[in-house]
């Protein structure tokens, strides 16, 4: 069966597709965020001087990376989020449409390839202070 042409002006026609990919996302996502956690507090619980002020290098780095699972899980809860307001695969920033290269690359992508993407700090780089 041949796939007819799109004449659509819609910059994401195929809603249901991407509900279901990024709902497939989130659940790899929340798992992520759930062993992540797990693993860090096993980590915590079985470090030397439990309970001390500062953690040491690994739990650290455990922290980092539960940290932006959390926020990968977030970006994706949000790209839901605007696909359910018809604003998924607009530019946040100047509303043009996000490429389907770039959205099929990067479904939490927010911006157009002109506005770039703000949204990836490396504020992770630091140490999550809680
Ligand atoms: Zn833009």
Redesign the pocket.
């Known amino acids: 069966m041949k796939q007819a042409a799109s004449k659509t002006t819609s910059p994401v026609p195929d809603g249901p597709w991407w509900r279901a990919l990024l709902e497939a996302r989130w659940r790899d996502r929340l798992q992520q965020v759930t062993e992540l956690s797990l693993e860090f507090h096993d980590a915590a619980a079985a470090a030397p001087g439990a309970g001390a002020v500062r953690p040491g290098p690994a739990l650290q780095r455990l922290m980092r990376r539960a940290a932006s699972a959390r926020r990968a899980l977030a970006d994706t809860d949000e790209a839901l989020a605007r696909l359910a307001t018809g604003r998924f695969g607009r ?1 946040e ?2 509303a ?1 449409p996000i490429a389907a290269r770039t959205l099929r690359a990067e479904p939490e992508a927010r ?2 390839v ?2 770039g993407q703000p949204a990836l700090t490396h504020r992770d780089l630091s140490v999550v202070a809680s």
Do not use: G, I, L, W
């Open positions: 530019c920033n100047c043009a911006y157009c002109r506005c």
